[in-house]
């Protein structure tokens, strides 16, 4: 069996009874492995087919136009970035080779007006960057992030059902939310990676929670169990892969897990090709919303493991550190 459950949410829009069900499934994953994938999510398939195809459009234009809309400085957190432009593994203080993937990421579209912080101006409010190509591009990414937004939303109501908090908790801490919209291009791979180098280095996530859109194919997701094993993570058509971030885990004392995970390369002796895309959308609380120890996972006599951290200096403190000297 795999280490990552499948657990599908539609019961949890049926009424009390079945949110309160849902929400301790979910509440016993996200303490047992900190993953999960998840079905009956509510998310329309046409929706998730358009911004797939978009996705796909964008990473076969050549290079030249992508980079068009190329991140125009270290560490600006939208527009494209190109293969070995990141090192996931730097987050953690681990120094190995660039990441064997390209990327394009969106922020908040209409957040307004932007908090008194010239650091959150300079990153979370920083401009979206448009390519004049693939035709609809920019509106099926909107769509797209509207709807994954929604559902980290529910997914966040019933995160507060398993921990033992008003289902409404968390509402006042996203209701300006600022979430990212990553899009992910793993190539083929036809010179052998360095050592050490993958498609994604080991890393934890940096946010609340993480809705991963992935494709089944050679060389993907692994998750890291407690005895150090590495795991595969299943693809479930129609479904998400759903995994906690730090935040979440500084909010639950490290009650919930933010588990280790990485994308591995495809074995050298694949047939065809290998090239792998997925879409990932990063949750993250406002700004200014302060993460700190909840009431219901701090026993008697224990004390917090972390201080508080705002959410937006947090994020943007550890997204510069994954920045390499090949982004631009």
């Known amino acids: 069996m795999s280490l990552v459950p499948v657990i599908d949410l539609a ?27 998840v079905t009956g999510h509510g998310v329309p398939a046409a929706v998730i087919d358009r911004a797939w195809a978009a996705t796909q459009a964008f990473f076969d ?32 203080g681990d ?53 994954l937004s929604g559902l980290a939303g ?31 291009n793993y190539p083929d791979q036809p010179v052998a990676p360095e050592p050490g180098q993958l498609r994604a280095g080991a890393h934890t996530d940096y946010g609340s929670l993480t809705i991963l859109l992935p494709q089944d194919a050679p060389g993907g997701l692994e998750v890291q169990g407690l005895d150090g094993t590495w795991h595969a993570v299943p693809t479930v058509p129609g479904g998400f892969v759903i995994n906690l971030g730090d935040l979440m885990a500084r909010w639950t004392n490290d009650r919930w897990r933010s588990t280790l995970h990485r994308v591995v390369n495809p074995p050298p002796d694949a047939a065809g090709s290998t090239r792998r895309q997925s879409i990932a959308f990063f949750h993250q609380p ?25 959410s937006g200096p947090h994020l943007a403190s550890k997204f510069r550190s994954t920045v390499t000297l090949t982004e631009i």
């Open 154 to 184: 529910r997914l966040m109501r019933l995160f507060a059902l398993g921990l033992g908090l008003p289902e409404s908790f968390f509402d006042g801490r996203i209701d300006r939310a600022i979430s990212a919209l990553r899009l992910l």
């Open 95 to 147: 120094r190995r080779p660039p990441d064997l993937k390209e990327s394009f990421s969106i922020g908040p579209a209409d957040l307004t007006p932007p908090p008194e912080s010239e650091d959150a101006v300079a990153f979370a409010w920083a401009a979206n960057l448009w390519p004049a190509e693939p035709p609809g591009f920019r509106d099926a990414m909107l769509a797209y992030y509207r709807e």
């Open 61 to 92: 234009l050549p290079e030249a136009t992508k980079r068009t809309v190329v991140m125009p400085r270290p560490g600006y957190p939208y527009g494209y970035s190109p293969v070995a432009g990141e090192s996931l593994a730097r987050s953690l």
């Open 286 to 310: 406002s700004w200014d919303a302060e993460i700190a120890c909840l009431p219901t996972c701090l026993a008697p006599g224990e004390t917090p493991r972390y201080p508080p951290v705002l």
């Open 11 to 37: 019961p949890a829009a049926a009424g009390e009874a079945g949110r309160r069900q849902v929400a301790d499934m979910v509440a016993e994953a996200c303490e047992r492995v900190g993953f999960l994938v």
